[in-house]
């Protein structure tokens, strides 16, 4: 698996897929810190500069889309930590 953060892609056998800002966002932090569980408020705080007006349903329907969008291309990289976060799949 490869993130390609300048071209906003990532990249798994021979397939190529093409991210949203959010979904690299989601990715790149979650790459950073491979291994280790991100709490839900830290990715909030992450993507959206004012957290006052964003609530963990809109984190939550974008991993939804983000995690249909890599199961398109056979990746089941995004793991739920149950109630704190998620991680990488190591």
Partial sequence: VHLHIVQGQILYQDATLDL???ELKILYFLFKQKG???SKDEL???LWTNKFY???N?????LSRLR???GEIGLTLIETVP???YRIRA
């Fill in 20 to 22: 949203t800002k959010n």
């Fill in 36 to 38: 280790e569980a991100v």
């Fill in 44 to 46: 909030i705080e992450y």
């Fill in 54 to 56: 964003v609530d963990e």
């Fill in 58 to 62: 809109i984190l939550n329907v974008n």
């Fill in 68 to 70: 249909k969008r890599l």
């Fill in 83 to 85: 109630k704190y976060g």
